[in-house]
Protein backbone atom coordinates (compact mmCIF):
# COMPACT_ATOMS: atom_id res chain seq x y z
CA UNK A 1 0.00 0.00 0.00
CA UNK A 2 0.93 3.16 -0.81
CA UNK A 3 1.85 5.27 2.22
CA UNK A 4 0.58 9.02 2.30
CA UNK A 5 2.73 11.83 2.51
CA UNK A 6 2.31 14.85 4.83
CA UNK A 7 4.41 17.90 4.48
CA UNK A 8 5.05 19.59 8.13
CA UNK A 9 5.63 23.03 7.95
CA UNK A 10 7.19 24.88 10.83
CA UNK A 11 6.44 28.63 11.05
CA UNK A 12 6.26 31.85 13.59
CA UNK A 13 3.48 33.85 11.95
CA UNK A 14 5.27 37.83 13.13
CA UNK A 15 3.25 41.02 12.69
CA UNK A 16 5.77 43.88 12.50
CA UNK A 17 2.79 45.87 14.12
CA UNK A 18 -0.64 44.96 15.31
CA UNK A 19 -1.13 45.15 19.11
CA UNK A 20 2.11 46.81 19.61
CA UNK A 21 4.73 49.47 17.79
CA UNK A 22 7.48 48.84 15.23
CA UNK A 23 9.98 48.69 17.54
CA UNK A 24 8.43 45.42 19.75
CA UNK A 25 7.99 43.80 16.59
CA UNK A 26 11.82 44.11 15.92
CA UNK A 27 12.34 42.97 19.06
CA UNK A 28 10.24 39.77 18.56
CA UNK A 29 11.75 39.27 15.22
CA UNK A 30 15.38 38.99 16.47
CA UNK A 31 13.98 36.83 19.68
CA UNK A 32 12.03 34.18 16.96
CA UNK A 33 14.44 34.31 14.69
CA UNK A 34 17.42 33.34 17.32
CA UNK A 35 15.25 30.57 19.01
CA UNK A 36 14.93 28.96 15.15
CA UNK A 37 18.42 28.93 14.17
CA UNK A 38 19.01 27.08 17.35
CA UNK A 39 16.39 24.52 16.58
CA UNK A 40 17.94 24.10 12.70
CA UNK A 41 21.62 23.86 14.18
CA UNK A 42 20.26 21.14 17.67
CA UNK A 43 17.37 18.76 15.68
CA UNK A 44 18.36 16.67 12.73
CA UNK A 45 15.86 16.76 10.00
CA UNK A 46 13.70 19.68 11.19
CA UNK A 47 13.28 22.49 9.13
CA UNK A 48 12.23 26.43 9.61
CA UNK A 49 10.17 28.15 7.11
CA UNK A 50 9.60 32.01 7.81
CA UNK A 51 8.83 35.12 4.93
CA UNK A 52 9.03 38.75 4.88
CA UNK A 53 12.31 39.99 3.74
CA UNK A 54 11.51 43.53 6.71
CA UNK A 55 11.66 41.21 9.29
CA UNK A 56 15.38 39.90 7.76
CA UNK A 57 16.28 43.24 7.56
CA UNK A 58 15.73 43.84 11.15
CA UNK A 59 17.67 40.99 12.27
CA UNK A 60 20.40 41.85 9.78
CA UNK A 61 20.79 45.42 11.16
CA UNK A 62 20.39 44.64 14.79
CA UNK A 63 22.20 41.01 15.29
CA UNK A 64 24.11 40.74 12.05
CA UNK A 65 26.01 37.69 14.00
CA UNK A 66 22.85 35.77 13.67
CA UNK A 67 21.44 37.17 10.22
CA UNK A 68 24.85 35.33 9.12
CA UNK A 69 24.25 32.05 10.75
CA UNK A 70 20.52 32.15 8.93
CA UNK A 71 22.30 32.10 6.04
CA UNK A 72 24.37 29.26 6.37
CA UNK A 73 21.01 27.51 7.27
CA UNK A 74 19.87 28.54 4.43
CA UNK A 75 23.10 27.15 2.10
CA UNK A 76 22.25 23.54 4.36
CA UNK A 77 18.21 23.56 3.51
CA UNK A 78 17.18 24.02 7.14
CA UNK A 79 16.15 26.76 6.98
CA UNK A 80 13.71 27.94 4.11
CA UNK A 81 13.13 31.06 2.90
CA UNK A 82 9.27 31.42 2.71
CA UNK A 83 6.68 33.98 0.43
CA UNK A 84 9.47 36.09 -0.93
CA UNK A 85 7.35 39.52 -0.52
CA UNK A 86 8.73 42.61 1.55
CA UNK A 87 5.75 41.53 3.83
CA UNK A 88 2.15 40.54 3.79
CA UNK A 89 0.28 43.33 2.78
CA UNK A 90 -3.91 43.79 2.59
CA UNK A 91 -4.45 42.28 -0.75
CA UNK A 92 -7.40 44.14 -1.85
CA UNK A 93 -6.88 48.22 -1.60
CA UNK A 94 -3.11 48.75 -3.00
CA UNK A 95 -2.75 48.96 -6.73
CA UNK A 96 -1.62 46.18 -8.76
CA UNK A 97 1.60 48.48 -8.80
CA UNK A 98 1.93 48.20 -5.07
CA UNK A 99 2.01 44.75 -5.17
CA UNK A 100 4.08 44.16 -7.78
CA UNK A 101 6.56 46.82 -5.65
CA UNK A 102 6.27 44.15 -2.47
CA UNK A 103 7.16 41.51 -4.80
CA UNK A 104 9.98 42.69 -6.46
CA UNK A 105 11.88 44.02 -2.75
CA UNK A 106 11.65 41.35 -1.04
CA UNK A 107 12.59 38.47 -3.74
CA UNK A 108 15.35 41.32 -4.72
CA UNK A 109 16.51 40.97 -0.96
CA UNK A 110 15.77 37.22 -0.83
CA UNK A 111 18.05 37.08 -3.89
CA UNK A 112 21.27 39.22 -2.62
CA UNK A 113 21.29 37.66 0.49
CA UNK A 114 20.33 33.87 0.53
CA UNK A 115 20.28 33.05 -3.52
CA UNK A 116 16.72 32.11 -3.37
CA UNK A 117 13.49 33.17 -4.94
CA UNK A 118 10.51 31.22 -3.91
CA UNK A 119 7.76 29.28 -6.25
CA UNK A 120 5.13 29.67 -3.45
CA UNK A 121 3.60 33.12 -2.13
CA UNK A 122 2.29 33.04 1.22
CA UNK A 123 -0.46 35.60 2.33
CA UNK A 124 -1.85 33.78 5.20
CA UNK A 125 -3.39 36.92 7.39
CA UNK A 126 -4.55 39.48 5.37
CA UNK A 127 -8.02 39.68 4.57
CA UNK A 128 -8.95 38.83 1.03
CA UNK A 129 -7.42 38.33 -2.23
CA UNK A 130 -7.91 39.73 -5.58
CA UNK A 131 -8.58 37.91 -8.91
CA UNK A 132 -6.45 40.55 -10.23
CA UNK A 133 -3.16 38.83 -7.88
CA UNK A 134 -3.05 35.62 -10.00
CA UNK A 135 -2.17 37.55 -13.18
CA UNK A 136 0.51 39.48 -11.10
CA UNK A 137 1.71 36.31 -9.21
CA UNK A 138 2.07 34.29 -12.42
CA UNK A 139 4.00 37.34 -14.39
CA UNK A 140 6.16 38.05 -11.27
CA UNK A 141 7.67 34.26 -11.30
CA UNK A 142 5.30 32.38 -8.86
CA UNK A 143 3.42 28.80 -9.03
CA UNK A 144 1.59 28.58 -6.01
CA UNK A 145 -0.27 30.65 -3.51
CA UNK A 146 -1.03 30.01 0.31
CA UNK A 147 -3.64 31.60 2.12
CA UNK A 148 -5.89 31.41 5.34
CA UNK A 149 -8.75 33.75 5.05
CA UNK A 150 -11.76 33.68 4.02
CA UNK A 151 -11.95 30.71 6.55
CA UNK A 152 -15.32 29.77 5.58
CA UNK A 153 -13.93 28.01 2.75
CA UNK A 154 -13.11 24.09 2.97
CA UNK A 155 -9.50 23.51 3.04
CA UNK A 156 -7.99 21.99 -0.56
CA UNK A 157 -5.94 22.56 -2.65
CA UNK A 158 -7.61 24.12 -6.41
CA UNK A 159 -6.32 26.16 -9.66
CA UNK A 160 -6.96 30.13 -9.31
CA UNK A 161 -7.75 31.41 -12.24
CA UNK A 162 -7.27 35.58 -13.31
CA UNK A 163 -8.92 37.49 -16.07
CA UNK A 164 -6.62 36.99 -18.22
CA UNK A 165 -6.83 33.55 -18.05
CA UNK A 166 -3.42 32.65 -16.25
CA UNK A 167 -3.27 30.31 -13.35
CA UNK A 168 -1.58 29.79 -10.01
CA UNK A 169 -2.18 26.18 -7.80
CA UNK A 170 -3.69 27.97 -4.26
CA UNK A 171 -3.98 26.04 -0.88
CA UNK A 172 -6.11 27.17 1.61
CA UNK A 173 -4.56 26.46 4.91
CA UNK A 174 -6.28 23.54 7.53
CA UNK A 175 -7.41 25.07 10.45
CA UNK A 176 -5.03 27.58 10.73
CA UNK A 177 -1.33 29.01 9.95
CA UNK A 178 -0.13 28.77 13.58
CA UNK A 179 -0.72 26.15 16.45
CA UNK A 180 -0.80 27.06 20.57
CA UNK A 181 2.28 25.22 22.64
CA UNK A 182 1.35 21.44 22.71
CA UNK A 183 -1.61 21.44 20.16
CA UNK A 184 0.75 20.78 16.32
CA UNK A 185 -0.09 16.85 16.73
CA UNK A 186 -3.62 16.99 17.92
CA UNK A 187 -3.60 19.46 14.62
CA UNK A 188 -2.00 16.22 12.56
CA UNK A 189 -3.85 13.72 14.12
CA UNK A 190 -7.62 15.81 12.93
CA UNK A 191 -6.15 16.34 9.66
CA UNK A 192 -5.55 12.65 9.08
CA UNK A 193 -9.13 11.97 10.50
CA UNK A 194 -11.14 14.36 8.19
CA UNK A 195 -8.82 13.60 4.84
CA UNK A 196 -7.91 9.84 4.81
CA UNK A 197 -7.86 9.61 1.09
CA UNK A 198 -5.62 12.58 0.08
CA UNK A 199 -1.92 11.65 -0.75
CA UNK A 200 -0.22 14.66 -0.48
CA UNK A 201 -1.10 17.61 1.96
CA UNK A 202 0.64 20.34 3.56
CA UNK A 203 0.04 21.29 7.24
CA UNK A 204 1.55 24.58 9.24
CA UNK A 205 2.65 24.30 12.72
CA UNK A 206 4.29 26.83 14.93
CA UNK A 207 3.83 29.23 17.79
CA UNK A 208 2.83 32.49 16.11
CA UNK A 209 0.86 36.09 16.22
CA UNK A 210 3.92 37.37 18.03
CA UNK A 211 6.14 35.03 16.87
CA UNK A 212 7.50 32.06 18.80
CA UNK A 213 8.11 29.26 16.06
CA UNK A 214 9.40 26.05 17.20
CA UNK A 215 8.58 24.21 20.55
CA UNK A 216 10.30 21.36 21.95
CA UNK A 217 7.26 19.43 23.33
CA UNK A 218 5.24 19.66 19.76
CA UNK A 219 8.41 18.80 18.00
CA UNK A 220 9.12 15.58 20.22
CA UNK A 221 5.63 14.70 19.86
CA UNK A 222 5.37 15.03 16.01
CA UNK A 223 8.64 12.50 15.31
CA UNK A 224 7.97 10.38 17.98
CA UNK A 225 4.59 9.78 15.99
CA UNK A 226 6.26 10.05 12.68
CA UNK A 227 8.40 6.86 13.83
CA UNK A 228 5.05 5.29 14.89
CA UNK A 229 3.04 5.97 11.84
CA UNK A 230 2.59 3.33 9.24
CA UNK A 231 0.42 4.84 6.70
CA UNK A 232 1.65 8.15 6.50
CA UNK A 233 5.22 9.42 6.06
CA UNK A 234 5.16 12.90 8.04
CA UNK A 235 8.42 14.99 6.84
CA UNK A 236 9.56 18.70 7.94
CA UNK A 237 9.64 20.62 4.21
CA UNK A 238 8.10 23.81 3.01
CA UNK A 239 5.67 24.60 0.25
CA UNK A 240 7.80 24.70 -3.02
CA UNK A 241 8.38 21.08 -1.89
CA UNK A 242 4.86 20.00 -1.19
CA UNK A 243 3.37 22.27 -4.39
CA UNK A 244 6.33 20.32 -6.64
CA UNK A 245 4.94 16.84 -5.52
CA UNK A 246 1.08 17.33 -5.57
CA UNK A 247 -0.48 15.91 -8.51
CA UNK A 248 -2.26 19.06 -10.25
CA UNK A 249 -4.28 17.48 -13.11
CA UNK A 250 -8.10 17.69 -12.18
CA UNK A 251 -8.11 20.50 -9.72
CA UNK A 252 -10.97 22.25 -8.99
CA UNK A 253 -10.78 25.44 -10.81
CA UNK A 254 -11.36 28.61 -8.94
CA UNK A 255 -12.79 32.16 -11.09
CA UNK A 256 -13.48 34.80 -8.34
CA UNK A 257 -11.37 36.45 -5.80
CA UNK A 258 -11.60 35.05 -2.55
CA UNK A 259 -13.23 37.51 -0.61
CA UNK A 260 -15.51 38.61 1.42
CA UNK A 261 -13.61 38.83 4.78
CA UNK A 262 -13.33 41.35 7.68
CA UNK A 263 -15.44 43.68 5.89
CA UNK A 264 -15.94 46.46 8.81
CA UNK A 265 -11.86 46.77 8.29
CA UNK A 266 -11.77 48.66 4.99
CA UNK A 267 -14.06 51.54 6.18
CA UNK A 268 -11.74 52.31 9.43
CA UNK A 269 -8.59 54.44 10.16
CA UNK A 270 -9.59 56.68 6.64
CA UNK A 271 -6.36 59.15 7.53
CA UNK A 272 -4.56 55.91 6.74
CA UNK A 273 -5.93 55.20 3.59
CA UNK A 274 -6.32 58.23 2.59
CA UNK A 275 -2.67 58.76 3.09
CA UNK A 276 -1.67 56.00 1.72
CA UNK A 277 -3.21 56.31 -1.54
CA UNK A 278 -1.46 60.08 -1.98
CA UNK A 279 1.80 58.14 -1.41
CA UNK A 280 0.91 55.67 -3.98
CA UNK A 281 0.67 58.13 -6.16
CA UNK A 282 3.08 60.57 -5.23
CA UNK A 283 5.63 57.87 -5.62
CA UNK A 284 4.91 56.59 -9.24
CA UNK A 285 4.48 60.86 -10.09
CA UNK A 286 8.22 61.24 -8.61
CA UNK A 287 10.02 57.87 -10.58
CA UNK A 288 8.04 59.47 -14.04
CA UNK A 289 9.27 62.96 -13.05
CA UNK A 290 13.27 61.79 -12.23
CA UNK A 291 13.05 59.61 -15.30
CA UNK A 292 12.26 62.30 -17.30
CA UNK A 293 14.53 65.03 -15.71
CA UNK A 294 17.80 62.97 -15.72
CA UNK A 295 18.69 64.57 -12.04
CA UNK A 296 21.13 62.94 -10.11
CA UNK A 297 19.76 61.83 -6.75
CA UNK A 298 20.18 59.62 -4.06
CA UNK A 299 18.29 56.18 -4.93
CA UNK A 300 18.52 55.07 -1.49
CA UNK A 301 16.88 57.72 -0.54
CA UNK A 302 13.75 56.50 -2.85
CA UNK A 303 14.35 52.99 -1.68
CA UNK A 304 13.17 54.54 1.68
CA UNK A 305 10.53 56.20 0.19
CA UNK A 306 9.31 53.20 -1.46
CA UNK A 307 9.79 50.90 2.03
CA UNK A 308 7.62 53.41 4.21
CA UNK A 309 4.48 52.78 1.43
CA UNK A 310 5.13 48.85 1.23
CA UNK A 311 5.13 49.12 5.38
CA UNK A 312 2.16 50.81 5.62
CA UNK A 313 0.07 48.41 3.36
CA UNK A 314 0.86 45.68 5.87
CA UNK A 315 -2.48 43.82 6.60
CA UNK A 316 -2.67 45.43 10.15
CA UNK A 317 -1.91 48.93 8.85
CA UNK A 318 -3.86 49.94 6.25
CA UNK A 319 -6.98 48.43 6.59
CA UNK A 320 -6.91 49.46 10.29
CA UNK A 321 -6.73 46.61 12.68
CA UNK A 322 -4.06 47.90 14.45
CA UNK A 323 -3.52 49.77 18.00
CA UNK A 324 -4.50 53.74 17.78
CA UNK A 325 -0.61 53.96 18.42
CA UNK A 326 0.24 51.71 15.55
CA UNK A 327 -1.82 53.90 13.77
CA UNK A 328 -0.41 57.21 14.54
CA UNK A 329 3.34 55.94 13.62
CA UNK A 330 2.00 54.63 10.18
CA UNK A 331 0.83 57.80 9.53
CA UNK A 332 4.00 59.56 10.38
CA UNK A 333 6.03 56.75 8.12
CA UNK A 334 4.07 58.16 5.55
CA UNK A 335 4.95 61.23 5.79
CA UNK A 336 8.23 60.34 6.02
CA UNK A 337 8.03 59.29 2.54
CA UNK A 338 6.18 62.08 1.69
CA UNK A 339 8.55 64.00 2.43
CA UNK A 340 11.37 62.31 0.33
CA UNK A 341 9.17 62.43 -2.85
CA UNK A 342 8.44 66.20 -2.56
CA UNK A 343 12.05 66.92 -2.20
CA UNK A 344 12.87 64.51 -5.22
CA UNK A 345 10.03 65.64 -7.19
CA UNK A 346 10.97 70.00 -6.63
CA UNK A 347 14.76 68.57 -7.65
CA UNK A 348 13.35 67.04 -10.94
CA UNK A 349 10.90 70.19 -11.65
CA UNK A 350 13.37 72.91 -11.40
CA UNK A 351 15.70 70.35 -13.30
CA UNK A 352 13.34 70.23 -16.14
CA UNK A 353 12.81 73.99 -15.69
CA UNK A 354 16.23 74.52 -16.47
CA UNK A 355 17.38 76.36 -20.11
CA UNK A 356 13.74 77.92 -20.39
CA UNK A 357 13.81 81.37 -23.19
CA UNK A 358 14.11 84.64 -20.66
CA UNK A 359 10.37 86.27 -21.06
CA UNK A 360 10.18 88.64 -23.80
CA UNK A 361 9.42 92.44 -23.12
CA UNK A 362 5.63 92.88 -21.80
CA UNK A 363 5.28 89.21 -21.37
Request: charged share 30%; with cysteine; aromatic share 12%.
Amino acid sequence: MKRKKVHLICNAHLDPVWLWQRTEGMAEAVSTFRIAADFCERYDGFVFNHNESVLYEWVQEHEPELFKRIQELVKQGKWRIMGGWYLQPDALMPSGESVVRQIKVGNDFFKKYFGVVPKTSINFDSFGHSRGLVQILKKCGYENYAYVRPREAVSRPFEWVGFDGSSVTALKLYEWYNTHKGKALGRIKNYLEEFPDRDVSALTWGMGNHGGGPSEVDLNQINEFAAECEDTELIHSDFDTYFDELDKSGLEKVTTALTPCMIGCYTSMVRIKQAHRRMENRLSLCEKMLCQSGVDYDKEELKKAEKALLFAEFHDILPGTAIKKAEEDSLHLLGYGDEITDKLIAKSFFKLCGGMEKAKDGE
